[in-house]
């Protein structure tokens, strides 16, 4: 047996309380199934909609967010960011729910839920990963990390203090978080970090930089598969060795060619011009100005439109037709 799983904890505090999930997309599902699966029971509210249909397909019993609002103390808002502060308004606001559980720090970092004296303590339990690599990494080695905060919480905690940490690691733990990674931090901390690296690095940098790395190639003349191969294909394998060995460990495992190229052109790319956009990025998340811009924009139509723009790019027609052909001679 894994030693993580062997030191899995029995949730006594977690289980005294009475438990709810709202949301069951990427996050909420993920937890929902770690809960069950680390034998939690919990309350599970839903509006009618698709990931309701899900989760009754999945075995879970729904309840409506009313119920669940009136029923629980400790409550998950495994909700999108830019709905949260809504459906607070709506069900949540007057109830005497003792624990508000968020997955990311946005909306309290951003005040957009008030933390009010008399009213639900903000914590946070920020898996740092996607939400499938919570159910991947289940009780393994490699469970994801997690950050964790709670409003009002200082270093010096009293007892109750240090119980409701207890509670907030032992959630953690139970939804598939890392018990040997678990970082005390801070609601700033977790929101304006995790927005920025996924801004310019994990999400927004990467993708941008694969497009135009398969563009170059393909309009200097070279084979469009070829070029989904050099770019898209191969950045998994690196991507691996980054994660088990860091960029010097990596660099010892790829040949003498790619190191050389490596180590003399990266910082010619990626220049101090970029560091300097990425400083001003990094500004606008610490001013609430993309904050401010999300919440108007998420579903505007040029969001919109620039997004299927993005989707439709020839990297991604070629990538499809790739993925398709590999996984049909699997098959096959
Ligand atoms: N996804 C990740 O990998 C990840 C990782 C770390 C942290 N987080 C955090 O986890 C939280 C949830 O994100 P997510 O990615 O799981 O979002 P998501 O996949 O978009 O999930 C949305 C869930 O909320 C429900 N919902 C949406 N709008 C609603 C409304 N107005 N009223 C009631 N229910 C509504 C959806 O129900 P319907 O099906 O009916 O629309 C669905 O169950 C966020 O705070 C996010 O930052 C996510």
């Not at 909306?107 to 159910?135: C, D, M, W, Y």
């Not at 970090?193 to 993708?207: I, N, P, R, T, W």
């Not at 060795?241 to 180590?263: C, H, Q, V």
Request: charged share 30%; aromatic share 8%; glycine share 8%.
């Amino acid at each position: 047996m894994d030693s993580q799983k062997a030191t899995l904890p029995k949730f006594e505090r977690l289980k005294k309380t009475r438990l709810g999930l709202l949301g069951y997309g990427a996050q909420g599902s993920a937890e929902a199934q770690n809960l069950k699966r680390s034998g939690v029971e919990f309350l599970l509210g839903l509006r009618d909609g698709a990931s309701k249909k899900r989760a009754i397909a999945d075995g879970f019993s729904v309840l409506s967010i009313e119920e669940v609002a009136a029923q629980a103390d400790s409550i998950a808002m495994n909700l999108p960011d830019q709905d949260q502060a809504q459906i607070y308004e709506e069900f949540l606001k007057n109830r005497p729910v003792k624990r508000l559980v968020f997955a990311h720090g946005f909306n309290t970092h951003f005040k957009l839920i008030p933390v009010l004296e008399n009213g639900p303590r903000h914590f946070l339990v920020a898996p740092k990963g996607a939400a499938s690599g919570l159910q991947e990494f289940y009780g393994t080695k490699n469970a994801l990390p997690a950050i964790l905060a709670i409003q009002g919480v200082s270093a010096d905690a009293n007892a109750d203090d240090k119980a409701e940490k207890k509670w907030a690691e032992e959630y953690a733990i139970a939804i598939g978080c890392n018990s040997r990674a678990l970082i005390w931090a801070d609601f700033k901390d977790e929101t304006d970090c995790d927005l920025f690296a996924e801004q310019v690095l994990l999400c927004g940098g990467v993708s941008s930089l694969l497009r135009k790395t398969y563009e170059v190639m393909v309009e200097a003349g070279y084979h469009p598969e070829a070029a989904y191969f050099e770019s898209l294909f191969e950045l998994k394998l690196i991507v691996d060795l980054l994660w088990n060995r860091g960029i010097t460990g990596m660099r010892e495992k790829i040949s003498p060619t790619a190191r050389f190229g490596d180590i003399t052109r990266g910082d010619r790319v990626i220049d101090d011009s970029v560091k300097k956009k990425m400083q001003e990025i990094l500004k606008e998340i610490q001013s609430g100005e993309f904050a401010k811009e999300f919440l108007k924009n998420n579903r505007s139509e040029n969001y919109l439109a620039l997004a299927k723009k993005q989707s439709e790019h020839p990297l991604e027609v070629m990538g499809k037709k790739m993925r398709d052909q590999l996984n049909n001679n699997i098959a096959g």
